[in-house]
């Protein structure tokens, strides 16, 4: 019997063992996603009796430009015959692998798939998974593999954050950067960074699921320091989402919404944004994150956003109070009539412009940052931004040197008595 050579790259080799039915791969350029592909749709090929295997890229040509030529030289001991003018190859045991547009649409109808490979997905318009290579892949309970570099947040990105929820157990949703291809030289990955706007860097070789920003906040804002400022006081302001079970949250084409905890020295040079905690919990859960900031940073205001969410989690906070005899006071946090984006730019965007915040390194950074540069897009949320905005309802800081005068002096400097 014929063997092959099958060589894989350990993320590769990762995917290929993965059992799970549907699986959606964000990659970078030049990670080797193509090549995964071309592994898996001959080892699939060659494992079923009857039905196809398809190959489908935004278009016949990319498809024939891609993957003819890999799937020829990898496959080449176990291919009877291919017909390069109907790009389909047939292998030893009868099984084809065919190779398809999805701008061809028609071409795909009234077919039996045991697999599929589904390549630069976002490029592709939806209703070709969803109404003509779903249900072809039904009657053999076949498996898909969804592979691309992301374009913003598009069906692509729909379907692997669905994937990546981890609340459907057929998806399974793989994240991968250029620099997990261990045969590319970062040296060159670093070249083209400098060459590259970091927009496009972070889309094409991070694999980063960013729409284009509108850039009310540029990236030469943002500075960073590790170091806690000597002088200022902590404020804690909460932006809270809702309270259900995320295990049991099934949505495909939205994430979830998540609570915002904004942790914020503030003194008369500006605010040292020290933590955003944020994720998505149980009220009893929030109730605590929320105290235990509180206990951690010992801030002189808490405020939690006005409305029924605060309402349901006073109670917790109450109880915890009382349980651990230590108490503080909440203060009720207003949209003040405002519009969000306009309370948001107004409490932020002058102040990172001149420098006036800084972030303290962490792993909320990543997230943090993604939706400042998005916002307001609406594709993107901006939970841990709004909650950094209500800072600015809690950290009225006075500055005494433009008030001060001889004949008096303030006896507190926050209050202006």
Known sequence: MTELNVSLLPWQQEVFEDETRFKVIAAGRRTGKS???AWMLIIRALQTERGHV?????TQGQARDIM???LMEIGNPVIASSHVNNLQIKL???ATIALKGADRPETMRGVSLKFLVMDEYADMKP??????LRPALADQKGDALFIGTPMGRNHFYDLYTYASVGDDPTFAGYHFTSYDNPLLDPEEIEAAKKSMSSFSFRQEFMASFEAQGSELFKEEYVKFSEEEPQAGSYYIAVDLAGFADVAKATTKTKRLDQTAISVVKANEEGWWVADIIYGRWGVEATARKIFEAVRDYRPVAVGIEKGALKNAVLPYISDLMKSNNRFFRIDELTHGNKKKTDRVVWALQGRFEHGKIT?????WNATFLDELFQFPNQLVHDDLIDSLAYIDQLANIAYTSDYVEEEFEFLDAYTGY
């Open 35 to 37: 090549r995964l592909a």
């Open 54 to 58: 398809f190959y489908v890229a935004p």
């Open 68 to 70: 003819w030529q890999v």
């Open 92 to 94: 030893v045991n009868g």
């Open 127 to 132: 209703e070709v998974w969803e109404q003509i």
């Open 359 to 363: 972030l303290n390194k962490g792993e």
